[in-house]
């Protein structure tokens, strides 16, 4: 229970971290300053390196260690945590609905809010491209920041003409490619996520009344950045 509890605790000031280091990186990027908001994606990054590590320190727990203090924690649940979702908002999946469960706290409701009415960072990062001369469409570009983010044949075909021309689009294709390996590392955290609970509870549903698992493996198919994945399949 001590470390289960140390984790989580643990967990919450690297995400703040996450949360300081991306807002800076933003603010950067909305100066035309890349360079310094690459130094910020990366270090977010290396942070998530640190916690996808903390889940192998949770997998010690076995499922009758967990038994043992589960009942303690009520309807305690991750969903709690303003941060993280204030974190996803930020890095683009938005869904409205996520938020309600902050309602209770007046403070922690009003910066989840403020998080999922900005715009995300891949919108920042196509009005970034567009400013610098790339054929990015309008409807990328003003749009309800609140929404999820549509995937757009037109902005494929954006990324595909940075990477096939690197040379000319030098520091947004290096941009890019930042935003790649902090998806990676969030997806290496998420699968690390699900593999611990299943090891511990099974199928069980959460404590928070999620479906556990299965809630853990939809998030997998989610993409903050999807056309920077599917141009690979493209070029």
């Known amino acids: ?138 409807a990328a570009l003003d749009r309800d920041w609140r929404e999820a983010y549509p995937p757009s044949d037109a902005v494929e075909a954006m990324w595909r003409e940075v990477y096939l021309d690197t040379a000319r689009w030098w520091e947004v294709y290096e941009f890019a490619e930042k935003l790649v390996d902090l998806e990676q590392k969030f997806q290496q955290w998420r699968f690390n996520h699900m593999k611990t609970v299943e090891r511990i509870i099974g199928f069980r549903r959460g404590t928070g009344g999620s479906g556990g698992v299965s809630y853990l493996v939809k998030a997998l198919n989610l993409r903050l950045f999807p056309e920077l994945w599917t141009v690979r399949t493209t070029l």
């Open 1 to 138: 229970e001590m470390m289960f509890i140390i984790i989580h605790q643990a967990s919450e000031l690297w995400l703040k971290l996450c949360l300081h280091e991306l807002e800076a990186a933003i603010a950067h990027l909305r100066r035309d300053e890349a360079r310094p908001a690459m130094k910020m994606l990366a270090r977010i990054a290396r942070v998530q390196e640190q916690l996808t590590q903390s889940w192998a320190v949770l997998s010690t727990m076995t499922p009758s260690d967990y038994l043992r203090f589960r009942d303690r924690l009520g309807q305690s649940s991750g969903f709690q945590s303003w941060q993280y979702r204030a974190l996803e908002y930020r890095l683009g999946n938005k869904n409205a609905a996520l938020a309600r469960v902050h309602e209770p706290d007046a403070e922690a409701h009003g910066a989840v809010l403020e998080a999922l009415a900005k715009p995300s960072l891949y919108d920042e990062t196509l009005m970034y491209a567009a400013r610098l001369g790339l054929p990015v469409p309008v």
